[in-house]
């Protein structure tokens, strides 16, 4: 069965870091691409970073682009986001997602794990 | 990285049929016959119901159903039901970013 568990989410203050994790399991991790996309409290999906399946190409959305980090490590299965410069509007329910081999579409997704950015 | 357009809200009675519109541009879903539909009820994950325009998941009903004509992607639910009422979320592949989404419909079953 594929998994996928986020964590890391945090009640942080304006201008902090985050670092935010996914474990995935019950699939070949290393062979495929990975996103990560948000949603923030009452609104709609925003997709925001993507990173290929080895790690050498990453694309992020504009709101994110120079703060934030994609990363991963295949050996262990984990897909990660560096967050910095963190600001109110990065408020939001962050999910990490499987995109279905050699397709175009998300077959997966973790049920989020929560970052709330607060003084 | 404006997002596709869906209509805020969509309503129909059990048992009736509804489309949601998803509007992009020439550069995603008008150019590739990558969009795709989740569904999303409250405070669980997002769920893929549609995936290249038309085509349903393993375990998704049949009332489900995609076209595309130009640039709009629709999502049709035929035969409505009260388990239906969700928001639903449409994506597109897009080649600077990869990924674009729509600000989501909320269906509500009367």
Known sequence: EVQLVESGGAVVQPGGSLRLSCEASGFNFADLNMHWVRQAPGKGLEWISYTNWNGELKYYADSVRGRFTVSRDNSKSFLFLQMESLAKEDTALYFCVKEKAASNYFDAWGQGTQVTVSS | ?110
Do not use: M
């Open chain 2, 1 to 110: 990285q404006s997002a596709l357009t869906q209509p805020a809200s969509v309503s129909g009675s059990p048992g009736q049929s509804i489309t949601i519109s998803c509007t992009g541009t020439t550069s995603d879903v008008g150019r590739y016959n990558y969009v795709s539909w989740y569904q999303q009820h409250p405070g669980k994950a997002p769920k893929l119901i549609l995936y290249d325009v038309s085509s349903r998941p393993s375990g998704i009903s049949k009332r489900f159903s995609g076209s595309k004509s130009g640039n709009t992607a629709s999502l049709t639910i035929s035969g409505l039901q009260a388990e239906d009422e969700a928001a639903y979320f449409c994506s597109s592949f897009r080649p600077d970013t990869t990924r674009v989404f729509g600000g989501g419909t909320k269906v509500t079953v009367l």
